[in-house]
């Protein structure tokens, strides 16, 4: 294989890597689509090209995974595998460079064996941009450059978290009271007025507050979250409950801003779903919040109680983007709800970043451990998760016994979170 193909495919951007590889293996191996399953932080499967199972479906973590067994380290091995629900050809290589080995999947429309002299090529060049990535994340980084990548990444939170949010409150709380029947024209005119005007201050104030802030005191973060929150509540008549934090709590502690804007967005976004997504629920409404936090050694960890149905999940925060939000910061949700009681949401952030790199807990999962992970985080109960693996709903339990087990989890929640935040979704 020409060297300078290797180069293109070892030096193309995240996102273009897996259709670069796909590019220098067609000639010698065509395929129709691929999947990698590696040790990364952030995304440790990928899949590039089409679906064997068609439109509306695609290749999952649990089904390359299955193949792990199968191919040695280093190695390589070919048969028929199920992917995207369907029994495909595939040829299957693996990198011994990381532990777990590398492994990277290729879908193929015919089941003819590969020569061992094509194959060889194809392992090498796999080889090759494991240990590049194995270098890359491993080199250690200069003080200097961390400073400025944790200011540069406080700086977006404060843009986006604070500007947006405040878009976000003064919109609804103008839209809501232009609403309201039971005003005026003219009392309507006087509150959108003064409304507009307090909205347009404090987005100003956003606008000139230093972007290059990567500390803030835990007590002074938190009033200027509950002073939105107020802002968000009074027009709806719901009463806001402040766990506030004393010294125990950590009210003195200096927390990293990217931290604390991350949590304060999510916290927002949070009471927004609350009111928003059981506003329509027949027979109770949420008449009262409670918000708090405490800064723990490693950790900051807030929490969002309500009084309404208890009709939320995890996945009514997706539209919100909240895990999307806590993923990169190494952050969790957990979601607990008791109908007719209300929701209890925690968010923890760990307060620094780790010296080494994060290992992916799901690795440790067998096949259909990684299935069964994969139905719960989508939301389903043990019923539908036996009926859409073809199990019982016994057989379900012990799987879920030894996922929390393995994953160090105490709640469906926990478990949930962490196969968003490893990409087992």
């Known amino acids: 294989m020409d060297l300078s193909v290797a180069a293109e495919v070892i030096g193309a951007s995240k996102p273009e890597t897996l259709p670069r590889l796909s590019s220098a293996l067609a000639g010698t191996l065509p395929h129709s689509g691929l999947a990698e399953l590696i040790t990364c932080a952030q995304s440790p499967f990928k899949a590039h090209g089409e679906s064997p199972g068609g439109a509306g479906t695609a290749v999952t973590i649990a089904e390359v995974a299955a193949l792990r067994p199968l191919v040695p380290a280093g190695g390589i091995w070919q048969g028929r595998a199920t992917m995207a629900g369907v029994d495909v050809p595939v040829v299957a290589l693996s990198s011994a460079r990381t532990e777990p080995a590398a492994l990277l999947v290729l ?37 200097g450059r961390l400073a400025t990548s944790r200011a540069a990444a406080a700086a977006r939170a404060i843009a986006i978290s604070e500007l947006g949010e405040s878009h976000a409150t003064a919109l609804t709380t103008l839209l809501r009271t232009l609403r309201d029947r039971d005003l005026a024209d003219a009392d309507v005119r006087t509150r959108a007025t003064d409304l507009t005007v307090t909205a347009l201050s404090e987005l100003r104030a956003r606008v000139e507050l230093d972007q290059a802030l990567v500390e803030e005191r835990a007590a002074d973060a938190f009033d200027r979250l509950t002073d939105s929150l107020r802002r968000m509540l009074r027009p709806r008549g719901v009463r806001l409950d402040l766990g506030i934090p004393g010294a125990e709590e950590g009210a003195d502690r200096m927390l990293p801003g990217d931290v604390v804007h991350a949590v304060s967005a999510v916290v927002r976004a949070v009471v927004y779903v609350s009111l928003e997504d059981q506003g329509a629920v027949a027979g109770r409404q949420v008449g009262r919040i409670h918000v708090g936090w405490k800064v723990g050694d490693t950790h900051l960890r807030a929490t969002v109680r309500d009084d309404g149905p208890g009709a939320l999940s995890r996945r009514s925060f997706d539209a919100r983007r909240v895990v999307e939000r806590l993923a990169p910061l190494g952050g969790r949700l957990d979601v607990d709800a008791v109908p007719d009681w209300g929701t209890t949401v925690t968010v923890e952030v760990p307060l620094a970043s780790s010296d080494t790199p994060l290992q992916d807990p799901l690795t440790d999962l067998g096949a259909r451990e990684l299935e069964v992970l994969e139905q719960l985080a989508r939301g389903r109960r043990n019923r539908d998760i036996a009926h859409q693996l073809h199990i019982s709903e016994s057989t379900v339990k012990f799987h879920l016994a ?24």
């Not at 030894?402 to 979704?425: M, N, P, Y």
């Open 107 to 143: 879908l193929r429309a015919e089941d003819t064996p590969v020569p061992p002299e094509r194959l060889a090529p194809a392992l090498a060049l796999w080889d090759l941009l494991t240990a590049h990535r194995v270098t890359v994340h491993t080199d250690v980084i200069p003080p």
């Open 402 to 425: 030894k996922i929390f087990d393995k994953l160090g989890v105490t709640s469906r929640g926990e478990a949930a979170a962490l196969a968003h935040q490893w990409g087992a979704v």
